[in-house]
């Protein structure tokens, strides 16, 4: 059977890498003692994949890792377990079993909901509205050919205040992705605002024509 686990990442550990996340749910999963599956070959790896790498400095509320058990498992007891061992500022907000034949999630996230909190207070709806209202928004991006301007307005797909601060829905496939810290970025050089903690909030997948969350698929 494999578990689909959404997870949060608190600002204690915010500044802990991808890789580094991966050991931390490694050791965690061992001292759960929760009976984890293992590649075949001379190297065997704990079948363990996580849904989309997050640049560090960023906390999050919405973050997915697939474990692949050998045994059947109750997943609120698999949940419970786990959130006795893993370290302060990571744990389980939520565990399910996936369908027999669901296609792994990490390859389907398409967009991310992320809440930006800036530095200071002020109002800041017509700036963010004047913004979004930009035809084009270019940057120079890394890409497989080396550095390309790119047009990244259309991976901006909601940005608005809400009680004083910024929530932002942005492209996250692996064909088109906006990271949230570049979107900071963004915002300080257009309008002078100075972004501190970002929060990604949610991902979602395409199921038909309509974004929803991988906890929801299946229900």
């Not at 270019?138 to 205040?161: C, W, Y």
């Amino acid at each position: 059977m494999k578990l689909l686990m959404r997870f949060s990442k608190g600002p204690e550990i915010r500044y802990i890498s991808h890789l580094d996340m991966q050991r931390l749910f490694q050791r965690a999963l061992r001292r759960a003692k929760l009976p984890v599956g293992y590649s075949q070959g001379f190297h065997p790896h704990m079948l363990l994949s996580f849904a989309s790498a997050m640049p560090l400095g960023l906390c999050s509320r919405g973050e997915y890792a697939e474990i692949q058990l050998e045994q059947q498992t109750v997943p609120a007891a698999a949940m419970a377990q786990m959130n006795e061992v893993l370290l302060p500022g990571a744990r389980i907000l939520a565990c399910r079993q996936m369908e027999e034949k669901e296609p792994s999630i990490g390859g389907r996230i398409a967009q991310a909901e992320y809440t930006l909190y800036p530095e200071t207070a002020a109002d800041i709806r017509q700036a963010l509205a004047d913004f979004t209202a930009l035809a084009e928004i270019v940057i120079s991006k890394k890409t497989k050919k080396g550095m390309a301007d790119v047009n990244v307005r259309p991976m901006i797909h909601q940005l608005f205040e809400q009680d004083g601060c910024i929530k932002a829905t942005l492209s996250c496939s692996n064909s088109e992705n906006l990271r949230a810290d570049t979107l900071a970025g963004l915002l300080r050089e257009y309008l002078g605002i100075h972004i501190g903690q970002i929060w990604r909030e949610k991902l979602f997948i395409m199921e038909g024509t309509s974004l929803k969350e991988p906890a929801e698929i299946g229900e």
